[in-house]
């Protein structure tokens, strides 16, 4: 998306710029011309430096300074007398953006086909009211489907990319660990219970009332801690939802009353999963420890 975000937008800019000269000559160059086309091309590239070199690696590789100078020169250096011709740049590269998104979510796009039905659409002397309406209506579905695909495609690869990452030797070294950790819990402590998804739990006491329900929102005091006893969050009065915490968290707390307190062993996969939480130093595939009350049912 960055990538298609920047092409385009220089592309507009430079196509703004270009609109707005006469033609590519020197005549009546002065002084001051000179400085201005200088300055003004000057100004322009260094900007754009900025924003390229802060850019991620894999994108310039896409994105090459060559081939972006040589964009650049070609809509400069046109002569802006051929407006229509200006106007087709203009109209490609957005037209591109689109076909680059259905690409880039595995939809294979046939680009001389995409050119050949919009020229003979083009040419037509008048639209007939029907046709379009008839292509409006195809184009509606189609883009259902393909949205249907895409999402597909982006949930397949996000899937892959997790099992890739809670495969890596520190995702398999920290699951391992929370693991023997719940494992020596229980072993110590028979009051400790395990649900079918593996979220270990002691009940401190039980609550009276209603229970939260997956529908609900609880007023909770927590804290949160890693297997080696780091606390990495804590907070009194906060109310949750269970449908707005990690998994593990909300299965617990969606069967907790006003009163409940308990502390719950929650395994990497129902928690931050794969990824973590670097900055609050939650590893990837780590075991969290909740001690959690329910001061408050909504």
Known sequence: MKKILMACGVAAALLGAAASCSNGSSKGADAFTDSLSTTFGELNGLRLASDYNNIPEDQKATLKRDDILRGLKEVIMTDTTQQGYLSGLNIGL???????????????????????????????????????????????????????RMMKF?????KAQEEAAMNSPEAQENGKAGEEYVKAQMADDPSIKMTPSGVAYKVIAEGDGEAVGDNGQAVVNYKGSLIDGTVFDQNDGITFSPKNVVPGFGEMLAQMKAGSHYVIMIPGNLAYGANGVPQAGIGPNATLIFDLEVTEVK
Do not use: C, N, W
């Open 94 to 148: 957005q037209l591109v953006g689109q076909l680059m998104r259905y690409e880039e979510s595995g939809i294979h796009i046939d680009r001389a086909k995409v050119y050949e039905a919009y020229a003979k659409a083009f040419q037509m002397d008048s639209v007939p009211a029907d046709a379009l309406r008839d292509a409006q209506m195809t184009m509606q579905v189609l883009s259902q489907q393909a949205q249907e």
């Open 154 to 158: 982006y949930e397949e690869k996000q």
